[in-house]
């Protein structure tokens, strides 16, 4: 099986829309302040528009796995 990390932070825009922006195979040893961090950077910075409209808030960031099984279907 396969097992496969991902690093998603998710924002709200001036609207309100929640936006999602991952990040593959983050670091093991990533640290909650690190990640803050970097999502106040983006927002600071403001680094990403969503059709035009900056972002304004942070809402989370979790790390999602999931794990792939193929089957060899041939007969």
Same mark, same amino acid.
């Given at each position: 099986? =396969?097992?496969? *990390? *991902?690093?998603?932070? #998710?924002? *709200?825009?001036?609207? %309100?829309?929640?936006? #999602? ?9 990533? /640290? &909650? #302040? +690190? ?16 059709? %035009? +409209?900056?972002?304004? #808030?942070?809402? =989370?960031?979790?790390?999602? +796995?999931? %794990? /792939? /099984? &193929? ?5």
């Amino acid at each position: 099986m =396969e097992i496969k *990390k *991902k690093l998603i932070m #998710s924002f *709200k825009t001036l609207s %309100g829309k929640k936006i #999602s922006i991952s990040v593959d195979d983050p670091r093991e040893n990533l /640290t &909650e #302040s +690190e990640i803050k961090t970097a999502m106040n950077t983006i927002l600071s910075k403001n680094i990403f528009k969503v059709n %035009g +409209e900056d972002l304004d #808030s942070l809402v =989370e960031a979790k790390v999602v +796995e999931t %794990g /792939t /099984t &193929e089957y060899d279907l041939v007969l």
